[in-house]
């Protein structure tokens, strides 16, 4: 029976940050939604920006930035008490940036795919912008949501550069599955590393089956 920790602190790693993904994904596409000025390409490409960058380099960028010799993470540890680098928390925080931009995208495609003639209809109708959004493009965009939930889900618990730089491999603490395969075979135990990389392919295929019956059914809500 193999050690079941790495499979506990991947799920819970993934779930937290898939939370807090889930809101800041919504809130930044209901005001980029909004945000019709000529900085809106600049501000969408920070926020895909993890996609396209290497993990190492993201972990790097966090390492500085949560480092207790720097001024964040001094301020971190000396007033607040709280350590960021080599605990979970770190891998929290780095499967949140690396898959943020992915909820990002689903949610602001979902608002986008909305006739704006139905919103201004309401607004006619003297609906306010927060009644509009919480019970005419959120309940529209639902699917969209959801997509965007289960592949951040699914981005964080494969996270394996910015989580080893930010996060380290520390055996019952920070040893997301990821990790776990890769030290595994520095270790000389395959056979070991073969039963989680089974465990990540079948999740893997549900993900995938998911979207697809999700991109199979009529995009028009009923």
């Not at 006619?124 to 949501?145: C, D, H, V």
Request: with cysteine.
């Amino acid at each position: 029976m193999p050690d079941l920790t790495p499979l506990w602190i991947s799920i819970k790693v993934s779930l937290i940050s898939t939370i807090i993904v889930c809101i800041l994904g919504i809130f930044l596409a209901k005001l980029m939604h909004r945000y019709k000025g000529k900085m809106r390409p600049i501000i969408e490409s920070i926020i895909m920006l993890p996609i396209v960058l290497p993990p190492t380099v993201m972990g790097f960028i966090l390492l500085i930035i949560f480092s207790k010799n720097k001024l964040f993470g001094g301020i971190l540890d000396e007033v607040f008490h709280v350590q960021i680098i080599f605990t979970w928390v770190g891998a929290v925080i780095a499967a949140v940036i690396v898959s943020l931009p992915l909820m990002y995208q689903h949610v602001i495609n979902g608002f986008q795919s909305i006739n704006p003639k139905m919103l201004n209809s309401a607004r006619t109708m003297g609906a306010s912008e927060s009644k509009i959004f919480r019970q005419i493009i959120l309940p529209l965009s639902k699917r969209a949501i959801f997509s965007g939930i289960v592949m951040s889900f699914a981005r964080a618990l494969g996270e394996f550069g910015a989580t080893l730089m930010i996060a380290g491999y520390i055996p019952g603490l920070t040893n997301t599955l990821p990790l776990e395969i890769y030290f595994l075979v520095q270790a000389g135990e395959e056979h070991k590393a073969w039963i989680w990389v089974l465990v990540l392919i079948a999740f893997a295929i549900c993900v995938i089956s998911t979207i697809n019956i999700l991109n199979q059914k009529n995009h028009k809500w009923e």
